[in-house]
């Protein structure tokens, strides 16, 4: 079993749409971040977060440590969203950074 | 946005000869990283930098050396590129070690392309 597993693989909305990506993993940690990989680009860090939820514009990330899960949500979504979306969490099991395979997003207008 | 800034951003360069990546940071962060990122295999974590000189391996560390002379620099070299070593190379920086507690900040990316 992946240590973390990240869903859907692929995702394709229309411009407006409200977008859900899924973080799933096994290992502990005590925090988990959210990451944005333009095609082509760099790797930018989005959130960091270690419970609850945390909102900026139109993002919202939230965690629930107990269930080892994470979920990362796009309201309104808009074509400069499309992009690769990556969990990355610290394990504190394995001493090191364990990254999902990864969720492409497509935004069609 | 965090001052990490990676050179050189592209590169080609021939079987057997040497290469040599810069991270720059200006953050100020222990911790620094050198991931490589490659399709089906996502990111995988070749050295690590917990300070001044003192530097670990990662998970895909063979052909790979790196040097640490001072806060700011980490530097990858490949002594002898292959062309398995094709790829695009990621930096990363943290306060903390894994990033526990504190943000994670990545490069640019530099592609490395070896004929």
């Known amino acids: 079993k992946n240590e973390v597993e990240q869903s859907p693989q692929n995702l394709t909305a229309q411009e407006g749409e409200f977008i859900t990506i899924n973080c799933s993993y096994s290992v502990g940690i005590s925090a988990l971040h959210w990451l944005q990989q333009h095609p082509g680009g760099g790797i930018v860090s989005l959130f960091m977060l270690s419970s609850g939820k945390k909102k900026h514009g139109r993002l919202i990330a939230t965690i629930n440590i107990q269930e080892k899960h994470s979920s990362l949500h796009i309201t309104a979504s808009h074509p400069r969203d499309s992009a690769v979306y990556i969990c990355?969490?610290?394990?504190?099991?394995?001493?090191?950074?364990?990254f999902g395979t990864g969720t492409r997003l497509q935004v069609f207008p | 946005d965090a001052g990490i800034t990676q050179s050189p951003r592209h590169k080609v360069t021939e079987t057997g000869t040497p290469v040599t990546l810069r991270c720059h940071q200006t953050e100020n962060h222990r911790y620094m990283y050198w991931y490589r990122q490659d399709p089906g295999h996502g990111l995988r974590l070749i050295h690590y930098?917990?300070?001044?000189?003192?530097?670990d391996k990662g998970e895909v560390s063979d052909g790979y050396s790196v040097s640490r002379s001072k806060t700011e620099d980490f530097l990858l070299t490949l002594e002898s590129a292959t062309s398995s070593q094709t790829s695009v190379y990621f930096c990363a920086i943290s306060s903390d070690w894994l990033a526990n507690t504190g943000e994670l900040f990545f490069g640019e990316g530099s592609r490395l392309t070896v004929l």
């Open positions: 930098s917990y300070g001044v000189k003192d530097t």
């Open positions: 990355a969490l610290p394990s504190y099991n394995t001493d090191k950074l364990i």
